[in-house]
């Protein structure tokens, strides 16, 4: 399975709102829910924000949400904060049994 | 305290095999899955396999690039899961990490919420 397409890199001010987009194809992304996202920020694990393409675990802020459409999900953060800065993965069921996850994305707040 | 902790890595040669293991407490073991993820220097985030629980008969899956070298296996009685890694190569050098999916059910164990903080794998001749 190739990995899914990410932007590289998403900029935006504080109290903007991005959107990162993961494209995969109608055997991953667009077949299954079976979606996630995860932040990441230097020298440090990877945090889930987004599972099943929409859902927020607890304590993760609802400035963030996602959204899928065919074969592309998307991850909003709407009011950017500072400490959104990091590095955003998408990460998806791609059948028999494996998993694929995006690139990444670096988000920069201005 | 729930966490993960792994260990085992460390400098190998190309062609030579190591050993991870990812030891869990705070939760229970026995009813979750266990995903290895990899991570590169400077580079992306890589799924490297999965072991699910007894639920599951200890289900594995790999992707292609580490499938038939790599080999996830788990001991119930150390709430530790394993990754054998063999016939290594440079482009397997990574931070390894494991991680817990938020269920073993229904093949919904793809959503991971509990990583550990992983364990450098440097290989080099």
């Known amino acids: 399975q190739s990995a899914l397409t990410q932007p590289a890199s998403v900029s935006g001010s504080p109290g903007q709102s991005i959107t990162i987009s993961c494209t995969g194809t109608s055997t991953n992304v667009g077949k299954y829910n079976l979606l996630s996202w995860y932040q990441q920020h230097p020298g440090r694990a990877p945090k889930l924000i987004i599972y099943e393409v929409s859902e927020r675990p607890s304590g993760v802020s609802n400035r963030f949400s996602g959204s899928k459409s065919g074969n592309t999900a998307s991850l909003t953060i709407s009011g950017l904060h500072t400490e959104d800065e990091g590095d955003y993965y998408c990460?998806?069921?791609?059948?028999?049994?494996?998993?694929?996850f995006g690139g990444g994305t670096k988000v920069t707040v201005l | 305290e729930v966490q993960l902790v792994e260990s085992g890595g460390g400098l190998v040669q190309p062609g030579g095999s190591l050993k991870l293991s990812c030891a869990a407490s705070g939760f229970t073991f026995t009813e979750s899955a266990i995903h290895w993820v990899r991570q590169a220097p400077g580079k992306g985030l890589e799924w490297v396999g999965r072991i699910r629980s007894r639920f599951n008969r200890y289900e594995t899956s790999n992707p292609a690039s580490v499938r038939g070298r790599f080999t996830i296996s788990r001991d119930e009685s150390r709430s530790t899961a394993f990754l054998q890694m063999d016939s290594l190569e440079i482009e397997d050098a990574a931070i390894y990490y494991c991680?817990?999916?938020?269920?073993?059910?229904?093949?919904?164990?793809?959503?991971?919420?509990?990583w550990g903080r992983g364990t450098l794998v440097t290989v080099s001749s």
């Open positions: 990460f998806s069921y791609a059948r028999n049994n494996v998993g694929v």
């Open positions: 991680t817990r999916p938020t269920t073993d059910v229904d093949n919904h164990d793809w959503f991971f919420d509990l």
